[in-house]
């Protein structure tokens, strides 16, 4: 049986979407259970936060995962990336408050504060820009720590721009573009080649229906 860790939050819904698309027969009330089987015994499902997912695959725990490219990036998760899975689409941005007088990143002439989940790439993008930057690291709501007077700027996923527009801060700059990917542990795809390529020709046919 093959397993699969999927993303809580956001991305959730979409892959059992894809997953029901392949043809799985996935419950659909299991309530809060995190371990669930399709009733045809062919998939194991591990429901996992995204910032977690990359140990359960790096340590082999699951077979394959769904997960954002950002996750990947800021955790340089160790795995294979097979396929683009087209859902999820963000994008990870710098974003200061409306009153702030900064319009660009090369505006961050001295020291500057940014809050941020991806503190990986977050040092990674100023180190970049030559930029000096201390790094709060916060685990949500990021959008918050400009307005509080927290931090001067912060890096965080946008999509629609409704939540950096409800709170009066403005885009910048974008760092990277996500969408969901379908990852796969290394070993695991030497041991069990047949049954994970048989899974990512499932997944490759939904999708090429979709797109
Ligand atoms: N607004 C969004 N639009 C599209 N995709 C998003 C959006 N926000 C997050 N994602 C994608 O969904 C993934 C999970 O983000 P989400 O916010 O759902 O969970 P999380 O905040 O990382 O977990 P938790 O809320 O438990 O801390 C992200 O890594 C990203 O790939
Ligand atoms: O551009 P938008 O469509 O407004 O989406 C961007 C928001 O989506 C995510 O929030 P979410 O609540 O998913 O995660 P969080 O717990 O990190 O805030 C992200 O952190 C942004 O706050």
Same mark, same amino acid.
């Given at each position: 049986? *093959?397993?699969?860790?999927?993303?809580?939050?956001?991305?959730?819904?979409?892959?059992?979407?894809?997953? &029901?698309n392949?043809?799985?027969?996935?419950?659909?009330?299991?309530g809060? &259970?995190?371990?669930?089987?399709?009733?045809?015994? /062919?998939?194991?499902?591990?429901?996992?936060?995204?910032?977690?997912?990359?140990?359960?695959v790096?340590?082999?725990?699951?077979?394959v995962?769904?997960?954002?490219?950002?996750?990947?990036?800021?955790?340089s998760?160790?795995?294979?990336?097979?396929?683009? *899975?087209?859902?999820g /689409?963000?994008?990870?941005?710098?974003?200061?408050?409306g009153?702030?007088?900064?319009?660009?990143?090369e505006?961050?002439?001295?020291?500057?504060?940014?809050?941020?989940?991806?503190?990986?790439?977050?040092? &990674?993008?100023?180190?970049?820009?030559?930029?000096?930057?201390?790094?709060?690291?916060?685990?949500? +709501?990021?959008e918050?720590?400009?307005?509080?007077? *927290?931090?001067?700027?912060?890096?965080?996923?946008?999509?629609t721009?409704n939540?950096?527009?409800?709170?009066?801060?403005?885009?910048?700059?974008?760092i990277?573009?996500s969408? +969901?990917?379908?990852?796969?542990?290394?070993? @695991?795809?030497?041991l069990?080649? @047949?049954?994970?390529?048989?899974f990512i020709?499932?997944v &490759?046919?939904?999708?090429?229906?979709?797109?």
């Amino acid at each position: 049986m *093959l397993k699969i860790a999927v993303p809580k939050g956001v991305l959730f819904e979409p892959s059992l979407r894809l997953l &029901k698309n392949c043809g799985y027969k996935i419950p659909s009330d299991f309530g809060r &259970k995190l371990l669930i089987e399709d009733s045809n015994q /062919q998939l194991s499902l591990v429901i996992v936060r995204p910032f977690d997912m990359p140990l359960y695959v790096e340590e082999g725990v699951v077979d394959v995962a769904f997960i954002g490219k950002d996750v990947i990036e800021e955790t340089s998760m160790s795995c294979f990336e097979i396929l683009d *899975l087209g859902y999820g /689409q963000c994008r990870l941005s710098v974003a200061v408050p409306g009153f702030s007088p900064y319009r660009s990143v090369e505006d961050f002439h001295s020291f500057i504060k940014v809050g941020s989940k991806y503190q990986n790439l977050s040092k &990674k993008f100023f180190i970049e820009k030559g930029i000096q930057v201390r790094i709060f690291p916060l685990g949500g +709501s990021v959008e918050l720590s400009p307005i509080v007077g *927290l931090s001067d700027a912060i890096i965080d996923l946008v999509s629609t721009g409704n939540t950096l527009k409800a709170n009066n801060l403005v885009e910048i700059e974008t760092i990277l573009f996500s969408t +969901s990917r379908l990852v796969v542990n290394d070993a @695991k795809y030497r041991l069990k080649r @047949k049954e994970i390529n048989e899974f990512i020709l499932r997944v &490759k046919e939904v999708l090429n229906d979709i797109y």
